[in-house]
């Protein structure tokens, strides 16, 4: 299980920064004044780091999901072993 998490969080890692990256490249190659470029470059990085905030969260969610249902199976387990015993 930690193996599945630990890969869901390094795409969505590897996600973000392909994402920065390509909005680097992109404002850095295109023909504006410094200023204009500057200005969408701080546009894009609150973009994106409100992106990657929401996906955090929800990948967070999914995890405190998971753990919840592991919870609950352990005490239904340790409820069916009591009453063997």
Known sequence: MSNNSS???????GLAIGAVAGAI??????????EET??????KSKDLT?????KFDDFKETVTDALENVKAKVEEV???DAKKA
């Open 7 to 13: 890969g869901g969080f390094a795409f969505i890692a």
């Open 25 to 34: 490249a992109g404002l850095l190659y295109a023909p504006d004044s410094g």
């Open 38 to 43: 500057r200005r969408k470059l701080q546009d």
């Open 50 to 54: 409100e992106d990657l905030q929401d």
């Open 78 to 80: 340790k409820s069916k």
